[in-house]
């Protein structure tokens, strides 16, 4: 058997989590819930839950204005443009990046874990980023940047 290439591990499972992370956003837009509402929150008989008022920011940001999980679909769909690059950044040093690969994934967690839907994507994002550290850990390049070594940019 072959040994584990740990960031294509890691690739697969961002691509993963950024196509739930569009999905999440989306339906973000439409059922509009502050994940985390339930910790300080008061549950009354007629109404259920109530957040507490110290909760008013991310009952601002992501109930009465879906701004964060706005920006957690444009984290996600930049992630995508990254791990399935796009023409435009194939081969290109954003593309080659794992360190910048696990800065977008921690964005993409952050803001995800926020609003109900984001959730998952979170949990893979994570998941994502352990592996992507682990990859940097054991000093693992990419096949494009292996190709491009010693190839500057003179003619």
Not at 117 to 134: K, M, P
Request: a positive charge; one cysteine or more.
């Amino acid at each position: 058997m072959g040994n584990l290439i740990w960031h294509e591990y890691a690739r697969y499972v961002a691509i993963t989590a950024s196509v739930y992370g569009v999905w999440a956003g989306f339906f973000g837009l439409f059922y509009r819930k502050f994940f985390w509402d339930f910790v300080s929150g008061t549950l009354r008989d007629p109404g259920g839950l109530q957040p507490a008022a110290s909760s008013a920011i991310f009952i601002t940001l992501i109930v009465k204005a879906p701004i964060i999980p706005i920006i957690a679909t444009i984290i996600a769909l930049f992630n995508l443009a990254i791990e399935k690059p796009l023409p435009l950044l194939r081969g290109s040093s954003i593309q080659r990046s794992l360190v910048l690969r696990v800065i977008v994934l921690v964005f993409q967690t952050l803001f995800s874990v926020l609003f109900y839907q984001g959730t998952n994507c979170a949990l893979w994002s994570l998941i994502a980023i352990f592996c992507y550290v682990r990859a940097i850990a054991l000093g693992e390049k990419m096949e494009v940047a292996k190709d491009n070594r010693g190839k500057g940019g003179r003619a």
